[in-house]
């Protein structure tokens, strides 16, 4: 994924690169309890969200290759009382279905990059509850 064009897009917002496999748990727990924002690509470091606050924030990334697998983040979401939203943006490559757990790698166009910054704010002020939104942010 394009990360560095999302964190400079986000900037304003104090949005920073949380790497947990680097961390220990009590640390990654802490930094998900003070977050205002969450916004990553689907997969195991979104499980985290269980230590977020109740109307945090939280932006899953997926694509439509990917999409009909798994809706466990909603699920933590609605169980915690966090403000869910769901991406869907391009992948690229030529793999037809996801494999062993590997698919296409992730780009978010920029010109969508206003969409997924007013989905964020969106999810941002409703604030309580789960308030669960969709919105495509393909190229």
Known sequence: MNEAVLLEAFADLGLERVAFSELPLRR?????????????????????????RPGTAVVEINTTQYIRRCRSFADIAMHRG?????AIIDQHGDRPVVERNIG??????????????????RLAADGTGISCA????AS
């Open 134 to 137: 969709v919105d495509a942010l």
């Open 104 to 121: 296409n790698d992730m780009e978010i166009a920029p010109a969508a990059l206003p969409g997924l910054r007013n989905l964020l704010l």
């Open 28 to 52: 990654q727990m802490e930094v998900m309890a003070e977050a205002r924002f969450v916004i990553g690509a689907h997969g195991a470091g979104l499980t985290n969200t269980i230590f977020c």
């Open 82 to 86: 966090l403000a869910y939203g769901l």
